[in-house]
């Protein structure tokens, strides 16, 4: 609707028509007050201006009306704008369940993302139009800030925790990529590009790469640092098994609950103590620096494919099947 207007980033996804008619009512309503008063004070200094040089002013004691019209038409407009601005802030918070996963780590000084498709790219990323997507990110070592203007999203990458954002790009393209928070020396070489494009492109660009899925190469972490000695998917080993836990509650040994998400089974790998399940013993040790940030989301990606199998004791193996991690990675996308 606005996207002729100069000084204003190309609009490349739904939320960006959203957020400039919320910016432009603000200017708006700046402007139209901004106008009023200063005409008010110019006015007021001519029609009441001192007439001659012995004049006193008449004073006045209240005006219920006047005051009732500067303290309601305020609330009036100041509530408008929180309404209008707390629903598209909901709307960029919720992430529609559907979404493509992708995952973005920030590091000095880049941007890196990660397909489940096992697709990796620096400083780039490609997605394609009318699809929503969910980028789950973190940090390797600073706060770095996720922005493309004409998406009109940005969000924090926090070194230690996972933050999610999502959009829907709207037209194919090239579009700006930022780091929007000062981390250092090269802050401003942390730019990249967003590739928009049609569906069947992106399929065939998915594809091109040489990588096993996501999960794949999660599982050999799995394999190769041994996690699989303890977390069997037979239950017989010192450490729960992790065969349909994400998204499960999982009951502590302080007696608390805590749902398996992206954040839980991260902090489980690199603070194991933190949260420990009911019926096991905290000896798990740190996996804190063993594993990068990307590695760590790829073993999530590959604890989110480990799936319950149909009959349990039938699959004992299924800890260790790349081609069914990868055949679940696949099945998500578009
Ligand atoms: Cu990363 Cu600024």
């Known amino acids: 609707m606005w996207s002729g207007f100069p000084l204003f980033p190309e609009q490349a996804s739904t939320m960006a028509g959203r957020v400039d008619a919320l910016y432009l009512a603000l200017l708006a309503l700046g402007a139209f007050f901004s106008v009023l008063i200063a005409c008010l004070v110019v006015g007021f200094a001519i029609k009441f201006r001192r007439r001659s040089p012995g004049e006193v002013g008449t004073p006045i004691h209240g005006n219920l009306t006047l005051e009732a019209v500067w303290t309601g038409v305020p609330l009036v407009i100041v509530t408008v704008i929180f309404l209008w601005g707390a629903e598209i802030f909901f709307s960029m918070a919720r992430i529609p369940p559907q979404a493509m996963d992708i995952y973005v780590v920030g590091k000095r000084w880049m941007w890196k993302a ?31 800030s996720f922005y493309v203007p004409a998406f009109r999203i940005k969000k924090d990458a926090v070194p230690g925790r996972y933050a999610t954002m999502w959009f829907q790009a709207t037209k194919p393209g090239r579009y700006h990529l930022f780091c929007a928070e ?43 640092l041994g996690c699989v000695t303890c977390h069997r998917a037979d239950a017989q080993g010192r450490g729960p098994r992790l065969e349909g836990l994400f998204g499960r509650t999982v009951a502590l040994a302080s007696g608390e609950q805590v749902v398996a998400d992206a954040d839980y089974v991260r902090e489980s790998i690199v603070t194991p103590a933190a949260k420990v399940v009911a019926g096991y013993q905290p000896v798990m040790p740190t996996y804190q620096g063993l594993v990068s940030e990307e590695g760590l989301m790829q073993l999530m990606a590959y604890i989110q494919s480990l799936q319950e199998p149909a009959g349990r004791e039938a699959a004992p193996a299924a800890a260790s099947s790349p081609a069914g991690a990868g055949g679940r990675a696949g099945a998500r996308q578009p």
Request: glycine content about 14%.
């Open 182 to 224: 000062y981390c250092g020396t090269k802050h401003s070489g942390m730019i990249g590009w967003v590739t928009v494009m049609e569906p069947a492109a992106f399929q065939t660009w998915l594809t091109g790469g040489g990588t096993g899925s996501l999960a794949a190469e999660g599982g050999k972490i799995f394999q190769s």
């Open 114 to 144: 990660q397909h489940l498709s096992g697709q990796r790219e620096i400083n780039e990323l490609h997605v394609p139009v009318g699809v929503p997507v969910k980028l789950t990110l973190t940090s390797e070592d600073v706060i770095h």
